[in-house]
Nanobody, 119 residues
Framework: QVQLVESGGGLVQAGGSLRLSCAAS????????MGWFRRAPGKEREFVGS????????YYSDSVQGRFTIARDNAKNAVYLQMNSLKPEDTAVYYC????????????WGQGTQVTVAS
């Protein structure tokens, strides 16, 4: 099992930046990739982006490409989501998640952190 704890959410003005952190503990050596997801009020959970744990290969959704950056620190068992040029539509609860095999579902999830972007 891998335990995940997100932090860094808050209230920011449109155009501003926030950096979310996700601390992983437990069997982190079993992690293949880490992902960030978000759920806005009244909407389905949305994939934001992911990073492979070993090679650092990243993927992003079209809605955040060019504005958000995912990075990892294997020594600290941490993953970060740098969010720039934030828009009101980025308002959501953001979750990090761990994937244990290529192509599999994300099997471990954090509790989420709220990001609110004011217009």
């Amino acid at each position: 099992q891998v335990q995940l704890v997100e932090s860094g959410g808050g209230l920011v003005q449109a155009g501003g930046s926030l950096r979310l952190s996700c601390a992983a503990s437990g069997r982190t050596r079993s992690v293949y990739a880490m992902g960030w997801f978000r759920r806005a009020p009244g909407k389905e959970r949305e994939f934001v982006g992911s990073i492979s744990w070993s090679g650092g290969l990243t993927y992003y959704s079209d809605s955040v490409q060019g504005r958000f950056t995912i990075a990892r620190d294997n020594a600290k068992n941490a993953v970060y989501l740098q969010m720039n040029s934030l828009k009101p539509e980025d308002t959501a609860v953001y979750y990090c998640a761990a994937q244990f095999f290529s192509g599999s579902d994300f099997g471990s999830w954090g509790q989420g952190t709220q990001v609110t972007v004011a217009s």
